[in-house]
C-alpha cells in the first residue's frame, strides 16, 4: 500500500486523495487465526504539511474468516479502522539520532509511502476481542455437542439445564410444554 506523493510533497498543504489495496498480515486472536477473504482495502489523504512531512488519513476495511467461539462454524466478519501517521523524509544524518528517536519516527523514502504496516497494525488493534458468529449464537451443548441453533437437543430438555434457563424463557413454546 504505498502512496505516490510526487505531486504533493514539496507544495504545503497540498494533498493527493488515493484509493488502495494490499495483502493483510496473518493475525490471530486468542490464537485463532484470521483469514483473510478479501484484499485490504483503503481510502486515504496525504497531505504535505512542510518541512518535508505527509500527513495520512484515511480509512481501512478487510474481510476475514474465523471459527465462531461458541459454536465452532466459520463465519465472515468485517474488520474497519480510521488512521492517521505522519511521514518523514528519510534522512541520513552524519550524527544519528538515538536508536530510540529512529523507531519512533515513520519516514518515506523519495517520492513514495509506504502505509502498510501502519494501516495493519490499526486494523489489527480493532479486531473484535472475542470471534462469535452473532451475539445471538447459542453455541454447543456442552453435553451432547449439537449446535443449539439449528434448535434444542433431547438433553437440554430432559436435564433442563440451568444454563440454558434464561433462554428457555425467550421461547413460548418451551414455556409453555413446562405447564
Ligand atoms: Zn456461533
Ligand atoms: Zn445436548
Given amino acids: 500500500m504505498i502512496i505516490d506523493i510526487s505531486t504533493v510533497k514539496d507544495i504545503k498543504g497540498a494533498s493527493i486523495e488515493v484509493e488502495l489495496e494490499g495483502p493483510p498480515d496473518p493475525m490471530a486472536i486468542a490464537g485463532v487465526t484470521l483469514k483473510p477473504v478479501t484484499p485490504v482495502h483503503v481510502v486515504a489523504k496525504a497531505t504535505s504539511t512542510g518541512h518535508s512531512a505527509i500527513l495520512v488519513q484515511g480509512k481501512a476495511r478487510a474481510e476475514f474468516t474465523a471459527e465462531c467461539h461458541r459454536c465452532l462454524r466459520e463465519f465472515v466478519f468485517d474488520v474497519e479502522t480510521e488512521f492517521q501517521e505522519q511521514y518523514h523524509k528519510a534522512v541520513h544524518r ?26 495493519n497494525s490499526h486494523l489489527a488493534l480493532s479486531l473484535p476481542i472475542q470471534l462469535i458468529c452473532s451475539s445471538e449464537c447459542k453455541g454447543l451443548c456442552p453435553v451432547c455437542g449439537k449446535d443449539l441453533n439449528d434448535g434444542e437437543c433431547a438433553c437440554s430438555e430432559e436435564k433442563g439445564d440451568i444454563r440454558l434457563a434464561p433462554l428457555a424463557q425467550l421461547h413460548p413454546s418451551q414455556a409453555k410444554d413446562e405447564f
Avoid at 519516527?105 to 523519495?110: A, D, E, F, I, P
Fill in 94 to 119: 552524519p550524527s544519528p539520532m538515538s536508536e530510540y528517536e529512529e523507531d519512533e519516527v515513520l519516514t518515506y523514502n523519495g517520492d513514495f509511502v509506504d502505509i502498510s504496516k501502519e494501516v
